[in-house]
């Protein structure tokens, strides 16, 4: 099983653009989600999915969109990049509430 | 709310000494809780986890940590320190809530020193 693989690992992107990072799993997981990792913040929530065709908002939502068309994926789009989205992000999934998540390698983002 | 304090933000100790990285919990339910390890420009592993069962929790790589309600402490200790272990550290707290939201603390850094 390859877990959770993400795509790409890193991104340069200007201000204004638009882009889409991939998220897919093979463990048959209902649940996926994006987090950030910002220094000194640990992870916070963007958006979740508790199955196909099912997402929702987390913390931090603004300037992202999701969909679940499949188990497997669960792309994150950023609808016009800007600075503030500078980032390392990641993607995880897990059978259920309160089980582990497991996370991809994580995509590290710049927006300039 | 549940929240996650982790109460330092670095540790620096001698290869071979005792490892201790602090975590202290809110919860209004009794918690799911892990410990998460990152080293540098990886993703994050698993280190252990507790979900209700035994209070002293064993992981991998000779870490465990003990769960201890009435002190709303999840403590992440290690026998002694290996230059392998310098990495930074999650502890997690798993709320029913945005489908298994996972809150993180802030991360404690674990410097090794030979």
């Known amino acids: 099983n390859a877990g959770v693989t993400q795509t790409p690992k890193f991104q340069v992107l200007k201000t204004g653009q638009s882009m889409t990072l991939q998220c897919a799993q093979d463990m048959n997981h209902e649940y996926m989600s994006w987090y950030r990792q910002d220094p000194g913040m640990g992870l916070r929530l963007i958006h979740y999915s508790v199955g196909a065709g099912i997402t929702d908002q987390g913390e931090v939502p603004n300037g992202y969109n999701v969909s679940r068309s499949t188990t497997e994926d669960f792309p994150l789009r950023l609808l016009s990049a800007a600075p503030s989205q500078t980032s390392v992000y990641f993607c995880?999934?897990?059978w259920g509430q309160g089980t582990e998540a497991f996370f991809g390698q994580g995509t590290r983002l710049t927006v300039v | 709310a549940q929240s996650v304090t982790q109460l330092d933000s670095h540790v620096s100790v001698s290869e071979g000494t005792p490892v201790l990285l602090r975590c202290n919990y809110s919860?209004?339910?009794?918690?799911?809780l892990f410990w998460y390890v990152q080293h540098p420009n990886k993703g994050l592993q698993l280190l252990l986890k507790y979900t209700s069962a035994a209070t002293l929790v064993k992981g991998i790589n000779g870490f465990e940590a003990e769960f201890k309600k009435s002190e709303t402490s999840f403590h992440l200790t290690k026998p002694s320190a290996h230059m392998s272990d310098a990495a930074e550290y999650f502890c997690v707290v798993s709320v029913l809530e945005y489908g298994n939201k996972l809150v993180f603390g802030a991360g404690t850094i674990l410097r090794v020193k030979s």
């Open positions: 919860s209004s339910y009794s918690p799911s």
């Open positions: 995880a999934s897990c």
